[in-house]
């Protein structure tokens, strides 16, 4: 089912425009105004301070990098069924091989002179976390379901609080943390110091994955992963390779992990294995089970996570006056608010927020003569 | 040779804990079929619940028993809540509301019992060990051993031979049938949640005997899945030796890893060898095979 909403006697005469991102001039024109909110709108507001402050671009790289593991969880557990309890564990890879190349790689003089030191970073993180993922993924040639959950879970004990805190991090005896100065960061002539060049950073990053992603759920590729999804015997008397697109689904969002531990890099000034822990995957499962499926799925629930989190920090400031301890217990009332919306969406709204988004829209496509 | 005897003793000990916490869980899944990633918090709960018993002045046993109680209150409650309404929905579901419930959980601890580490003063067991032959065992251990395996029989008789454990066994057998005979499958499930955090509850208790409590007692609770695995998911038997394999491992990995891995090899071992041991005999010892072919 595509999902997209044809008006009544609009038809497709060939399959390429059934697949078509952009089938009708509405959604065409829909999407350029989104394009434009974020890349134009959003920043000249951010510019000039009307309504986004830099607290809020703040939130919105927060929203980009939560954006950018959760299109990876989705990739596994939306689009093939391969259910990941430890994605955090390759978002450090990532972050930690983009600093590593960074701080203590030899870089040629031009490389740092023209800024390509840290995007060559990004890809080769990218990889290096597909390439981790696919090794903690080839339990899922023989074990499914709850097993794989176990087996993604001894990824993240193992990648980040074992070779990450133990090893990696004494890596040229700094201790506990890399510390990443501003400066450290360039692209091209530009210097990655200030949030609103975050930001740009986080919608570019964003909007490729977004694209690569669409790309391939639409390609052969993608509809290889639905059937395993679906079902994984009829999948492979279909001629399927499931143990191949399973360990390439693995790739694939391992390198979407890399690349927003490689952003979230720019976005932080010291680097510890405490930005990854185990609370990080589940709560990166947990944005996309309260977003719903699709890509869509897992922007919402970025969105709706990290707002109502802030929202949450500024009802308990003005409480602060009244009941002091309440600061200092917030991470507290964050972990049991996102335990309490996982359970209220999962009995309450178990397909997510994109799917009531579908229904609105629907809705309105409909309006004012629904049946 | 007396350090290689030593692990191994304080090894089956801890791993006698861990296998109590096992129990819950298996039973778990055993008669509804969740596999619950919340144990560690109800590790946490049954700990800080019996602190604040045997802080308030209640004598250990009998805040040993408190803790009982009131996780019989806790697992009907969570059980009735949130997942009397999951019942047949996809297993990620079921996964990611136990996993709710433990952030719940878990925050609604940190909010009342703060993060510091609390130890049991005045201690309970002396931290004098005593000596077998030439083994030294501390006594710490040497009673929760011997708490975890009373508790591990009562349970045991429990669902041998009382009317309501039998019917608890008959639905893990065979939920349909059960009913047919006038089982309650709702009581059934709500039972095995109260069990499962009675025995998780009694398990964090002793464990916080040991070390003093904080947030740690929590990932001692996840112990339980590599135990749960290696002995099979749905066999009783299995959690028992998977328990206590698990604390036996973990022990020598401290023992004599630690030399090459420097560092906190003994907390991850026992997830590093469960991924290992996945990739050979994913249904484990004891568990049951189903067929399927890949």
Known sequence: MTRVWLPCGDYHQYYAEDQGWWQTNVVKGKMIFLLLIVFVIIPLFAQYEIIIDGYWLGVANMIGYTALGALGVQLLIGYAGLITLGHAAFIAVGAYTSTLLILRFPWPQFAIDWGIAYPISIIIAGLVAGLWSVLFGLPSARVKGFYLILTTMAAQFITVDFVLTQYVSKIGGRGQAFSLPPGTIKIGPWFIDTDIKVYFLMIILLTLTVMVMANLLRSRVGRAWIAIRDNDIAAETLGINIVWYKLLNFFVAGFMGGIAGAFWVSNCAALSPEHFPWFWSLWLVGVILIGGGGIDGAIFGSIFMVMVMELLQMAAIPLAEYYPKILFDFAFIKDAAFGLAICAFLIYEPRGISYRWWQIKNYFNLWPFSY | ?294
């Open chain 2, 1 to 294: 040779m007396e350090l290689f005897l030593m692990t191994l003793t304080t090894g089956i000990m801890v791993g006698g804990i861990y296998a109590l916490v096992a129990l819950g869980w298996v039973l778990i899944y055993k008669c509804s079929g969740v596999l619950n990633l919340a144990m560690g918090e109800l590790t946490l709960i049954g700990a800080y619940v019996t602190l604040s018993f045997y802080t308030a002045g209640v004598p250990f046993i009998l805040s040993v028993i408190c803790t009982l109680i009131i996780g019989i209150v806790l697992g009907i409650l969570v059980e009735r809540i949130f997942l009397d309404r999951l019942i047949g929905e996809p297993i990620l579901a079921v996964i990611m509301v136990t996993v709710g419930l433990s952030f719940f959980l878990k925050g609604a601890i940190g909010f009342i019992w703060g993060t510091d580490t609390m130890v049991f003063t005045p201690a309970i067991f002396s931290l004098k060990p005593f000596t077998i032959g030439f083994l030294k065992i501390s006594t710490v251990y040497f009673w929760s051993f011997i708490l975890a395996i009373v508790l591990f029989l009562v349970f045991v008789a429990f669902f041998k031979y009382t009317r309501w454990g039998l019917s608890m066994q008959a639905t893990a057998d065979d939920e349909t049938a059960a009913l047919s005979l006038g089982v309650s499958a709702r009581f059934v499930y709500a039972a095995a949640w109260a069990i499962a955090f009675m025995s998780a509850g009694v398990g964090g208790a002793l464990l916080g005997n040991i070390n003093g409590i904080n947030i740690s007692i929590g990932y001692l609770g996840l112990l339980v899945l590599p135990a749960v695995v290696l002995g099979g998911l749905n066999s009783i038997p299995g959690a028992v030796v998977g328990g206590i394999t698990i604390g036996i491992l973990q022990n020598f990995a401290g023992t004599y890893l630690d030399g090459f891995f420097p560092g906190g090899v003994k907390e991850i071992f026992p997830f590093a060898f469960m991924a290992i041991f996945l990739l050979f005999m994913p249904y484990g010892f004891w568990g049951w095979e189903k067929i399927e072919r890949m």
